[in-house]
């Protein structure tokens, strides 16, 4: 199902090659959902050499899921790392038809440093490429570098917040990415208008406050998002905790709660076309 990372030219301020991994589980059916993934790593990762257990778990759901490694070309740095991201948008939206078909949704979705990533291009293609995708899976989006909620808390438990506090400040560094609303969604002002959101996080996640936080400024926004929280004891911290990766199995619901959130995508899509055809 999936294949070797392949290297790819992508279009951006400056034009660099990306290694891009595709997981094609299209054989279900046609006009597969497209998905840009990208993985976590707290922004301190370099090699991405492990199949991704969560694009697994999407693509046996049905879709095509594109990995991208913006890392490697990047250096987890931001805005570098948004540009790269922003730029393997650009490149698979223009080839979307190659990898799904005509009809196919386009998503955007990434994991704990990855969700940042998804969020800042979700906000970044409302800006810039309006429409052209059509939601956003968070899950346990890394995206308040003020760690200072009531959950995050939990994360000297887990051992994660020292990586998480290294993971920030190598991101931002001194390019003045802290205010910066692609680089910190969770401080963005302006919500309005960006995709569709599917935000998942569960009972033992320490990021799981500011992932609450975001969706309900999502909806006051008027965005339409799906938010869950999984129940504990399940795995789902193995999705961001590095030395837990290897043999993760995303647990049943995330799959069920995918599938759920692509049926509603395509339930809107055929709602807006009714009443195209009645206007």
């Keep these: 199902m999936n294949g070797e990372w392949k290297d790819m030219d992508v279009d951006g301020t400056g034009r660099c090659t990306m290694p891009f991994r595709v997981y094609d589980g299209s054989a279900q059916g046609k006009n597969a ?3 840009l993934y990208f993985g976590g790593g707290a ?10 257990p969560v694009a697994r778990a999407f693509a046996e759901s049905g879709a095509v899921v594109v990995e991208a490694d913006y890392a490697r070309p990047s250096e987890n740095v931001f805005p570098k790392a948004l540009e ?7 490149c698979l939206s223009g080839k979307r038809k190659q990898y799904g078909g005509r009809r196919s949704p386009l998503l955007v979705a ?3 440093a990855g969700g940042n990533l998804a969020a800042g291009v979700a906000l970044k293609a409302r800006d810039q490429m309006p429409n052209e995708i059509d939601g956003q899976i968070l899950l346990s989006p890394l995206i308040d570098p003020l760690m200072a909620t009531a959950s995050f808390r939990e994360a000297e438990e887990s051992g994660m917040r020292e990586r998480w506090t290294e993971g920030w400040n190598h991101y931002l560094g001194s390019g003045g990415g802290f205010c910066h609303p692609y680089a910190a969604p969770g ?6 208008g960006v995709a569709p959101a599917l935000i998942l996080t569960s009972q033992d996640d320490p990021l799981r406050d500011e992932a ?5 400024r999502l909806v006051a926004a008027g965005v339409k998002v799906t938010s869950r929280v999984l129940p504990a004891c399940r795995g789902w911290t193995q999705i961001y905790e590095a030395q837990a990766r290897c043999g993760c ?8 709660e995918f599938e759920n959130f692509i049926e509603g995508l395509d339930a809107r899509a055929s709602c ?6 009645s206007d």
Excluded: I, M, Q, W
């Design 43 to 52: 922004f301190l990762d370099r090699e991405r050499n492990d199949e991704s």
């Design 84 to 90: 790269c991201a922003f730029a393997a948008l650009r």
């Design 272 to 277: 807006f076309k009714r009443h195209d055809r």
């Design 110 to 112: 990434g994991e704990e």
């Design 33 to 35: 959902p497209v998905v």
């Design 249 to 256: 199995v995303p647990p049943g619901e995330l799959r069920t």
């Design 212 to 216: 609450a936080a975001y969706a309900a």
């Design 187 to 192: 401080h963005c002002s302006r919500l309005s």
